[in-house]
């Protein structure tokens, strides 16, 4: 689908953790969409100004509103910030995410929880703080980012496969309690993907990474964008509940 075809036009779109990486991407695939974003994350975006251009030239807004998702009343106020200026959200995409990895053996227990907190327990928060709103709207859609570690395991990230796990099946009866409010709820699962969080693998890991997927590369930010600007547009209208894996065909 081509961004230019506005597919969110008019849509009040929140993406969590927007300031970098895949976030970062979510945010200016919206924008070129014809949606208003509002980011959260501890910090601004490096390339706020930009963004900030990006908006302006679609006729839209950008705001970054500062929230640590590992802090609820953060997040709840974030969010009611939101619904105060725009009287509404239509989109929310659960993005924001950290990684602490470590063998079992070795893994601290606030490893564990901070891992827990930030990739599951906010996006709990930050979904319970929209549903009235979208309920009451009789409509919205919201995708949570998870990993194709949350489908495969992966050795030395038992805390961050147990929150992606645990995002898809908090997504699924999500999208079963919403379904007839016509709230659809998606998971999107990337692959390796190039951003901060994969910058600190060495080449030769990154070369046997690269080896292991069928597309034989890692992939970049702005594809799952593009998956992700899908699934909130009314294109995706029939789509809810599904987990679908970006991921260059490694979880085929
Ligand atoms: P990234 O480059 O490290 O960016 C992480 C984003 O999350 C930043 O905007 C960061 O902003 C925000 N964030 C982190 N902790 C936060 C907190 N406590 N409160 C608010 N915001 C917070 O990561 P990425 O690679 O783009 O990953 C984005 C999502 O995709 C994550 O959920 C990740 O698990 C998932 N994912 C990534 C890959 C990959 O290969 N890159 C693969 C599978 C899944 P601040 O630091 O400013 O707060």
Not at 105 to 124: H, I, P, Q, S
Not at 135 to 161: C, D
Request: glycine share 10%; with cysteine; hydrophobic share 45%.
């Amino acid at each position: 689908m081509n961004s230019s075809e506005r597919a969110l036009e008019g849509k009040r779109v929140i993406v969590t953790g927007g300031s970098r990486g895949i976030g970062n991407e979510i945010v200016r695939q919206c924008l070129s969409s014809g949606a208003d974003v509002y980011y959260m994350s501890r910090s601004e975006a490096a390339d706020h100004a930009d963004l900030s251009e990006l908006a302006a030239s679609n006729g839209r807004q950008v705001t970054w509103i500062a929230a640590d998702m590992a802090d609820e009343q953060s997040v709840s106020s974030a969010v009611k910030q939101v619904l105060d200026t725009a009287g509404g959200v239509d989109v929310l995409v659960n993005n924001a995410g950290i990684t602490r990895d470590g063998l079992i053996m070795r893994m601290k227990t606030e490893d564990w929880e901070d891992v827990l907190k930030v990739n599951l327990t906010g996006a709990f928060i930050a979904c319970r703080a929209v549903t009235r709103a979208m309920a009451k709207a009789r409509g919205g859609a919201i995708i949570n980012i998870s990993s194709v570690v949350g489908i495969t395991g992966n050795a030395g990230q038992t805390n961050y496969s147990a929150a992606k796990a645990g995002l898809i099946g908090f997504s699924k009866s999500l999208a079963r309690e919403l379904a007839s409010r016509t709230v659809r709820v998606n998971v999107v699962a990337p692959g390796f993907i190039n951003t901060d969080m994969t910058s600190v693998l060495s080449d030769e890991i990154r070369a046997s990474i690269s080896g292991s997927i069928p597309l034989g590369r890692i992939g970049e930010a702005k594809e799952i964008a593009e998956v992700v600007t899908f699934l909130a547009s009314d294109r995706a209208s029939y789509i809810t509940g599904q987990v679908l894996a970006v991921d260059g065909g490694m979880t085929m």
